[in-house]
């Protein structure tokens, strides 16, 4: 992909060209991971609990965004239980969360479903810290004070499935502020995508993406 010219900033960019200049993930890869998060909340039946089908969507939705980021040489994290993919040059790092009715909506303010812990707090707080970083050219990214090298940019793969109106709304969208009730209610920037819609005639493509070789070091 040829660079970016250094006089367009983030803001000039549709949201789906901006994923792929800032974080190099396409379309296709989110498109991937929506649709993986419907079939896995329309699986849930009757006789689950209630909340299983949210659960099952972040669940089967963090396998498939590591199906699609892994082969382009992104590394899997698990901060503090937290699942994540982190990019090539470490800099940002990705988690998938369930969103509310309001997921999607550039009117709206989305809330993500369940409480948040002390990592997504963590890193919400590190977000703020960069918040002059927005929006601006790919390089200035690469700038970080010493103190700030371990952590990362976190980025959250918002996503609300409407099971009744066979709809995916989603969103990559950076948390920077937590409420007092625990959930994020507050990002800059939100690349928010177009719906997926399952009655869509070119909805076609594998339900898994590409195999993937994951080294497992014996316990002894």
């Known amino acids: 992909m040829p660079p970016r010219s250094p006089n367009i900033?983030?803001?000039?960019?549709?949201?789906?060209?901006?994923?792929?200049?800032?974080?190099?993930?396409?379309?296709?890869?989110?498109?991937?991971?929506?649709?993986?998060?419907?079939?896995?909340?329309?699986?849930?039946?009757?006789?689950?609990?209630?909340?299983?089908?949210?659960?099952?969507?972040?669940?089967?939705?963090?396998?498939?965004?590591?199906?699609?980021?892994?082969?382009?040489?992104?590394?899997?994290?698990?901060?503090?239980?937290?699942?994540?993919?982190?990019?090539?040059?470490?800099?940002?790092?990705?988690?998938?969360?369930?969103?509310?009715?309001?997921?999607?909506?550039?009117?709206?303010?989305?809330?993500?479903?369940?409480?948040?812990?002390?990592?997504?707090?963590?890193?919400?707080?590190?977000?703020?810290?960069?918040?002059d970083l927005f929006p601006v050219e790919r390089k200035s990214h690469q700038v970080f004070t010493e103190d700030a090298l371990a952590e990362q940019t976190l980025w959250i793969l918002l996503f609300h499935v409407d099971v009744e109106n066979r709809t995916v709304h989603y969103e990559l969208s950076r948390p920077i502020n937590i409420g007092e009730n625990g959930k994020v209610d507050d990002w800059n920037p939100r690349f928010i995508m177009p719906p997926l819609s399952l009655d869509a005639a070119d909805l076609t493509g594998p339900e898994t993406g590409p195999d993937i070789d994951i080294p497992v070091t014996p316990k002894l």
């Not at 609990?49 to 899997?76: H, V, Y």
């Not at 969360?97 to 919400?124: E, H, I, M, Q, W």
């Open 9 to 131: 900033s983030v803001a000039d960019l549709s949201p789906e060209e901006a994923t792929k200049q800032l974080l190099g993930i396409s379309p296709e890869d989110l498109r991937a991971v929506a649709l993986q998060c419907y079939r896995s909340a329309a699986s849930a039946g009757p006789l689950q609990p209630k909340g299983s089908d949210g659960t099952l969507a972040w669940i089967f939705g963090t396998e498939a965004l590591r199906q699609q980021m892994l082969p382009k040489s992104w590394k899997l994290a698990d901060p503090s239980n937290q699942p994540r993919v982190v990019s090539p040059d470490e800099k940002h790092a990705v988690t998938v969360a369930c969103g509310d009715a309001d997921t999607g909506n550039p009117y709206g303010k989305p809330l993500t479903r369940n409480k948040r812990g002390n990592r997504t707090t963590r890193s919400v707080h590190y977000n703020v810290m960069q918040a």
